[in-house]
């Protein structure tokens, strides 16, 4: 499983879409971009698209772009949104709020800010978002930011 088109059809097929139209219209994402992606048309697919696999399969989306670390979306990524609640960020009440469909989303976004702190891919995700799992995301991003500044000090 070397390249993103594999990736993302494994990703796609084991969550039980076993073809593209339903996935993508899960996913909120045209069936053409799904089938440039899962055809291998298309090398690196914007954030938002990336985080709707991650959101729709359970897997992790820095995976899904680059076949490293974790297959599943992991602990990694529950403890940076929990550690960003317990630095003050947000109340953890709001977290538990969300739909299980939205704190997915929080966790894709998460695990890009985690690994790839690319502006344009954290902005495409977080456009993708609900108003209200968007304060959880700018509040988990605050907590982070204020805590590697203090880490540089």
Not at 80 to 107: D, H, K, M, Q
Request: glycine share 6%; proline share 5%; charged share 25%.
């Amino acid at each position: 499983m070397n390249s993103l088109k594999d990736r993302c059809t494994e990703a796609r097929k084991s969550a039980g879409y076993k073809t593209v139209p339903p996935f993508a219209k899960e996913a909120g994402v045209k069936a053409a971009t799904i089938y440039y992606i899962e055809s291998g048309q298309t090398k690196a697919p914007d954030a938002g698209t990336l985080a709707a696999y991650a959101r729709i399969t359970g897997y992790s989306a820095e995976w899904l772009r680059t076949g490293l670390g974790s297959k599943q979306s992991g602990e990694d990524s529950v403890n940076y949104v929990r550690n960003s609640s317990e630095a003050g960020a947000f109340p953890i009440e709001t977290w538990e709020r969300l739909s299980p469909e939205a704190r997915s989303l929080v966790l894709a976004v998460a695990d890009f800010a985690r690994t790839q702190p690319d502006e344009a891919s954290l902005l495409s995700a977080y456009r993708a978002c609900t108003p209200e799992t968007r304060s959880v995301i700018l509040a988990v991003a605050q907590a982070q930011a204020a805590s590697s500044r203090k880490r540089h000090i």
